[in-house]
């Protein structure tokens, strides 16, 4: 019994919701999303809820009930609200700028790493240390994130390089002398 998947979806005002075939849309004020879902998942819609049902209860469809309903959810979130997430550039000399729709990252290298704002992604740099990246697609979002982040990962020793806002970094203890 998937406990996620039987959980009905608002829909919430202002969202729009349209299944085309094995697609499903979601337009709302920020935007607009559309995803592909499996075709052995049934989507009804009725009165202002979204219902996500399984054709059986094999291992296969219990385990795309529930990501179907999450994968729904997160485009009616992300329509309405959008997703963010924080970065934070920890060391000397490291820094962050935007320049139009590039953001510029000094880390130590040789050079400045650019990169560009892809659809419907948007950098914001509020101080030289701070990144957020900020879309209506969680998927997306979470991938330039990660993109940012691997430019220059956290050390154990002293922590320097970029890290999630949240995230916790176990630090590890240098040599010792004799």
């Not at 979130?77 to 590039?102: C, P």
């Not at 879309?135 to 970029?162: C, F, L, M, S, T």
Request: no cysteine; aromatic share 4%.
């Amino acid at each position: 019994m998937s406990r996620i998947g039987n959980m009905p979806i608002e829909i919430r005002d202002k969202v729009e919701v349209k299944i085309e075939g094995d697609n499903i849309v979601v337009k709302g004020p920020k935007g607009q999303l559309s995803q592909q879902i499996h075709k052995d998942m049934q989507i009804k819609i009725e009165d202002k809820q979204i219902l996500v049902q399984r054709p059986s209860d094999n291992r296969y469809h219990k385990s795309l009930h529930g990501l179907t309903r999450s994968l729904i959810d997160n485009m009616i979130i992300g329509v309405t609200e959008g997703y963010q997430k924080t970065l934070e550039i920890n060391g000397v000399g490291y820094r962050a700028q935007k320049q139009g729709k590039k953001l510029v990252l000094n880390m130590g290298y040789s050079h400045p790493v650019e990169m560009e704002e892809e659809d419907g992604i948007e950098f914001e740099v509020p101080a030289p240390n701070k990144i957020i990246v900020k879309g209506i697609d969680k998927q997306k979002v979470g991938a330039v994130a990660a993109n940012i982040r691997a430019v220059r990962p956290p050390e154990p020793y002293k922590g320097k390089g970029i890290k999630y806002s949240d995230e916790v970094i176990r630090r590890k203890e240098g040599k010792t002398a004799k």
